[in-house]
């Protein structure tokens, strides 16, 4: 008896003294460790990857391995993105799968143009480079910073190898709330700004084609409607081509003057109007005539 409790005492002062020696090497391992240089490391390879300069205020690294940053800016040569800014980020990597498979993963949540965005981003080393997947979604994003009008809630995922994501696939389901166009590329729109409360779709791509799906639009002088169309990706971005069929039905005041002007409109069906050819200029007709910028 008295020999089975002294082992049990030996094993539980054995497993205490690990306990022990353990916690002291993680503390140790937190008070030494460079958090400062890895954060620093990080956004040379995020300088690298993207092209841009980016600055962060206010850095913060926390054991094992999360990151909280804030005030966050970035410089980039994109004409569409050459300035922008995130108020915090917060991201957190996964240990196990990046040490028994290589795999990254980390949860992130933003905070930007007065709203949010949160996901998880999964990276292994591919052939062609990083193998790369995504989930993410975003609530009430105001789209100003980017040059457009609107608060963007989004829904999607997908999936591409290095850093050109539309030649990978995915998909993205969105809702928009107060956009406002005052011109289409470089067709100006005739009516004037146009304001739309609420438009929503979806956009899907693959191997450098994107496609449009239930798309829909409610505004004050017009209502739009798609049942699909696609943009063929081309370098630059201006010139990639655009097949668009869009049933536009006026309201109010513009349903009148397109009764006056639009040879045998009634007032009673939709219009349709088509988009086609560059994007940067494309071709726009009005149940089918042209119509010149």
């Keep these: 008896m008295w020999s089975w409790l002294n082992q049990k005492r030996k094993w539980g002062v054995i497993l ?8 002291m090497f993680l503390l140790f391992l937190y008070l030494t460790f460079p958090f400062s240089l890895l954060e620093l490391k990080l956004i040379s390879i995020l300088e ?16 094992p391995s999360r990151i909280s940053w804030k005030g966050i800016r970035g410089s980039c040569p994109q004409p569409a993105f050459s300035q922008w800014k995130v108020d915090s980020l917060n991201a957190e990597l996964a240990p ?30 591919g052939k062609g480079g990083p193998d790369l997947s995504l989930r993410a979604q975003s609530k009430k994003v105001d789209l100003a910073p980017f040059g457009l009008s609107g608060l963007l809630t989004a829904e999607g995922e997908g999936s591409w190898v290095g850093q050109d994501v539309l030649k990978g696939k995915g998909n ?9 166009l005052k011109e289409i590329g470089k067709w100006a729109v005739p009516i004037g700004e146009v304001a739309f409360s609420n438009v929503q779709g979806k956009v899907f791509w693959r191997n450098g084609t994107v496609g449009l799906e239930r798309f829909s639009a409610e505004g004050e002088t017009v209502d739009l409607k798609s049942e699909g169309g696609n943009l063929l990706l081309r370098e630059p971005l201006a010139a990639s081509l655009l097949t668009l069929t869009l049933k536009a039905t006026p309201k109010g005041s513009l349903q009148q ?8 409109y009634t007032g009673r069906e939709p219009l349709t109007v088509g988009m086609k050819g560059p994007l940067g200029q494309p071709q726009l007709s009005l149940n089918g005539k042209p119509i010149n910028p």
């Design 257 to 264: 003057v397109a009764s006056v002007f639009v040879q045998g």
């Design 96 to 125: 196990l799968p990046l040490l028994f498979s290589r795999r990254g993963e980390v949860d992130f949540h933003l905070k930007l143009a007065g709203g949010e965005l949160a996901g998880h981003l999964t990276a292994m080393e």
């Design 16 to 23: 205490g003294y690990t306990f022990f020696g353990l916690m």
């Design 172 to 180: 993205v389901a969105f809702i928009l709330d107060g956009l406002r």
């Design 48 to 63: 690298s990857e993207s092209r841009c300069k980016i600055s962060v205020d206010q850095r913060g690294f926390h054991f």
